[in-house]
């Protein structure tokens, strides 16, 4: 009788328990301020922030992922069809089972809760699943250090109930599986997903659902203790899963710092510059689709040089007539020795790649053709730092060639006798104007050595100087943003000696002395290109381009340890032309249009150095007869004294017995000598100049006065 009636005066609590909860509320009600508007279900969405940034291609399609928010990690908001059923009825079961029945608010477990606290010291809470998405929404409901404040509390329920007015059931649920925490700084269902157990919300299982679910209330509990609480849960719906179970997966997946695998990574070093400007969502000019293709082309090709020392490589493709990059890989990932380094602008060695612009300076002031003659023979040029010696590649000399074939097969010493024949400083001005910032020194210190690629450059200024070529000598900057500011296309090279050495460079029978006609710079449309290799063999180049686009590839090792055994058709070569055909599987490349001053003429050589054949000029530079073998296309030097000698006299010679001798060659033409702007009266190859203490500038000069050559020398 007496357990009865205690049992009655227990119900009769908490029959009273929530009309008491009213009137404890009631002062609240009538002193609370106006509610502070809900937002709606898609402010909230719109207002969502991943924790990562993202790069997207031309098409809009994420090619790579950088997290920039270190407070929490959220990935993309998740739709409720997204997302497993399983773990949708375990969150319901655990946090909230009449969620489908009430309007924000459980007045019975509200009352529950009440009867809970009032008899025991171990707390109950009796937040709905919309109380807690209002908690979320707004942070002033959320507790302070202790626990929530009574008018804390009321708001929570107002808050609650106009949620419930303006949004779905569906709308309130996916919101709030998006925005809770689960375990240490994983917010978001998917970012715990992923994190945990690796998989999309959408693949969770049960088992993964349930422990998920038994998170919520403690993100941070130890394993053992998660495993307990999903293993009491797994009880309360019926499921089959065992307590083992539990443990285990909780131990596997709780106990180990969680990582969330990047869904794409193809552009990360593009991604670091682009993202790193503050920025949580940019479209770049890239390709994804190209991108991915020169991805798995370049590991493939270092995979096949691995016998070679070759770990490293770079691939950047340009459009020719916008500057939009559409690949930029800028080494080949997690196989490369230093997967940070950006190949793409990493200074290298040029090698031969710097040819091209040599001679078209050259032709453009049509000191050359490509019909012109040069000697390829031994070549002693005297430098204040002793004698240049070039060599060929392959140490063998050809004699008397013709431009087109000592460019087309890339020998070294007719370029260093257009060097001669130009002079070092305009040719290193010309590379300047072509966008090689890298070139910061004057033309003195990069000497003779220059025309054979002596020069650290990077393959995106190569690239972008072989594009200028493709656009008929204009140049205008690369770019990877559509936002980034066009810059007014220059004319740096003239359209006639961009379109000569075009020609030169996508002739396949002139370049077969030295590759042969069947190589890898042979494709079936219309392309021009240039391959080079440096000293030592640490870097291997090819660059070249078709009518839509420019490719550039460079393969070496960014630790600078030397290649073996590779030469410009076996290593970067090949890459290239894969490169190429990929991107014109299904766009055509035809040869460019000549300019309306470019002539075609039939051209013969004496001694039939070459066959006969017919060649292109700038009007007026065409042989009128059969091109003779002679060094007129050599420019008159002044082999001693070098420039900056210091010349001391000897006190035991009588002074009018000292002579010094000034030599010039090659002795084709007369030129006068000419000491300090005063004329000697000598034009002879060979003078000997009787000496005079002091600092002279000594100098040839042509019949119209021009000078022809200079250098400076010291006499003590």
Not at 248 to 272: D, F, M
Not at 508 to 513: H, L, N, T
Request: with cysteine; hydrophobic share 40%.
């Amino acid at each position: 009788m007496k357990a009865l009636g205690n049992h009655l005066k227990y119900l009769t609590l908490f029959a009273i328990l929530p009309v008491a909860a009213f009137l404890c509320l009631l002062p609240l009600i009538l002193t609370s301020g106006p509610m502070k508007p809900v937002p709606a279900f898609e402010t909230v969405k719109e207002s969502y922030r991943r924790s990562e940034a993202i790069l997207l291609d031309r098409h809009g399609e994420i090619i790579y992922e950088m997290r920039v928010d270190e407070k929490g990690r959220r990935l993309e908001w998740t739709k409720l069809a997204e997302i497993s059923p399983a773990l949708i009825y375990a969150v319901i079961h655990v946090e909230d089972r009449r969620f489908y029945k009430h309007h924000g608010i459980d007045w019975n477990a509200l009352a529950a809760s009440a009867f809970k606290n009032a008899i025991s010291r171990k707390t109950r809470g009796a937040s709905t699943i919309t109380m807690q998405l209002a908690s979320l929404l707004d942070r002033k409901l959320r507790p302070g250090k202790l626990r929530k404040t009574l008018r804390q509390k009321w708001a929570q329920i107002l808050a609650a109930r106009n949620i419930e007015k303006s949004w779905s059931k569906v709308q309130i649920l996916e919101a709030y599986l998006n925005l809770i925490s689960y375990r240490s700084e994983l917010q978001g269902v998917r970012a715990a997903s992923k994190g945990l157990f690796g998989k999309e919300p959408s693949g969770l299982n049960e088992p993964e659902s349930l422990l998920l679910a038994s998170l919520i209330t403690s993100p941070n509990a130890e394993a053992e203790q998660v495993a307990q609480r999903a293993y009491g849960i797994a009880k309360s719906v019926g499921s089959p899963t065992k307590y083992d179970d539990f443990r285990n997966l909780a131990e596997e997946r709780l106990s180990l710092p969680y990582r969330i695998k990047p869904a794409v990574v193809l552009a990360p070093h593009v991604a670091h510059m682009l993202l790193s400007k503050g920025k949580t969502r940019i479209t770049s000019t890239l390709d994804g689709r190209f991108q991915k293709a020169a991805y798995e082309l370049l590991n493939h090709h270092l995979l096949l040089l691995r016998e070679s020392n070759v770990t490293d490589g770079a691939i950047l493709v340009a459009e020719n007539r916008t500057g939009e990059i559409l690949v930029y890989l800028a080494n080949s990932g997690i196989t490369s020795g230093a997967p940070w380094m950006d190949g793409i602008i990493a200074s290298r060695q040029a090698g031969s790649t710097l040819k091209p612009f040599l001679y078209e300076l050259a032709i453009e002031k049509k000191l050359l053709t490509p019909a012109s003659v040069l000697e390829d023979s031994p070549l002693h040029i005297p430098t204040p730092n002793g004698l240049y010696v070039p060599q060929n590649y392959d140490n063998l000399f050809k004699g008397h060639v013709s431009v087109r074939t000592a460019l087309s097969a890339s020998m070294n010493i007719p370029a260093v006798r257009t060097l001669l024949l130009l002079g070092v400083e305009p040719f290193v001005e010309r590379l300047k104007k072509l966008g090689f910032e890298s070139l910061t020194q004057d033309a003195e210190y990069y000497g003779y050595s220059i025309a054979l690629g002596s020069a650290d450059i990077t393959l995106k200024e190569l690239t972008n100087a072989y594009r200028t070529l493709a656009n008929g000598g204009r140049w205008s900057a690369l770019k990877l943003t559509f936002d980034d500011k066009a810059t007014w296309p220059a004319q740096v090279l003239d359209k006639e000696g961009a379109y000569i050495v075009s020609h030169i460079l996508s002739d396949r029978e002139a370049r077969s002395s030295t590759f042969g006609l069947e190589n890898p710079l042979s494709t079936r449309f219309w392309t021009a290109v240039k391959t080079g290799t440096s000293k030592d063999m640490r870097d291997n180049w090819c660059v070249g381009y078709s009518r839509t686009y420019t490719v550039g590839v460079w393969v070496g090792n960014f630790s600078g340890q030397p290649m073996r055994n590779v030469s410009g058709v076996t290593g970067a070569a090949p890459l290239w032309l894969e490169m190429m055909n990929y991107l014109h599987s299904g766009t055509p490349s035809s040869p460019p249009k000549a300019p309306a001053n470019i002539v075609f003429a039939d051209v013969s050589f004496e001694s039939d150095v070459e066959p006969p054949r017919k060649d292109c000029f700038i009007r007026g530079t065409e042989p009128a007869s059969t091109v003779r073998l002679n060094e007129l296309h050599q420019k008159a030097r002044i082999t001693y004294p070098t420039d900056g000698t210091l010349i001391a006299l000897d006190p035991e010679i009588p002074e009018d017995l000292q002579r010094i001798p000034f030599q010039f060659k090659p002795a084709l033409q007369r030129y006068e000598w000419v000491l300090n702007d005063k004329r000697t009266g000598s034009s002879d190859p060979l003078f000997l100049w009787k000496p005079e203490k002091g600092c002279f500038r000594l100098s040839i000069v042509d019949k119209e006065d021009r000078v022809i050559d200079s250098v400076a020398l010291t006499v003590k």
